[in-house]
């Protein structure tokens, strides 16, 4: 591992040779795939298909375009790799959740919960919602995420207020009963 370290230094100064042992090393690669198992099969992201080669080849090219940047004097190399990895694998993750789950999201944001449990609130929600007429989908779209008002919205769909006003509530009242049957 002090090689590795070394050898980051070296690259950090522009030793091309020092950056291309550092990618090619086999403790490099652990880390890389060992991150990319970590976010994949120990979480509630196994069903989503990834390619394990790509992200590893992706954290290798962040890596050399970033190598600069690594303070090495209180950072381990393996350490920085690792979490290069980890962020490139949940972000591969996420992308084949955003379309699988469809192009339009609601999003979530909530300070109190972790990654993965914001995660899992978020995919319950969009089954939810995949549950709701679409005219109520949009009004609680355009409502909460785009934060039009009611005379907006109406206009927007050439309906009265009084109607948006009565899709925004059925839509919260269905969207409530989906979602206790999702947590239950």
């Known amino acids: ?39 994949h099969n120990r979480s509630n992201y196994r069903d989503y298909s990834i390619s394990e080669d790509d992200i590893y080849q992706e954290t290798l090219l962040k890596i050399v375009d970033k190598i600069k940047y690594f303070v090495g004097r209180r950072t381990k190399i393996t350490s920085w790799a690792y979490r290069i990895a980890h962020n490139i694998t949940y972000d591969v993750i996420n992308k084949a959740v955003r379309k699988v789950k469809g192009t339009k999201k609601f999003m979530i944001q909530t300070k109190t919960l972790g990654e ?44 009265s207020e ?22 239950i």
């Open 162 to 183: 009084t109607t948006a006003r009565n899709y925004h509530n059925n839509g919260i009242k269905l969207l409530r009963k989906a979602l206790i049957r999702e947590l």
């Open 116 to 159: 993965k449990e914001n995660f899992n609130l978020y995919l319950k929600l969009e089954d939810a919602l995949s549950k709701i007429p679409r005219e109520y989908k949009r009004v609680l779209r355009l409502y909460y995420h785009d934060k039009w008002n009611f005379r907006e919205i109406a206009k927007s769909m050439k309906k």
């Open 1 to 39: 591992m002090e090689e590795l370290q070394r050898l980051a230094f070296k690259a950090k100064t522009g030793d091309k040779k020092a950056l291309e042992e550092l990618c090619k090393s086999s403790d490099i690669r652990r880390i890389i795939y060992k991150a990319i198992y970590d976010v």
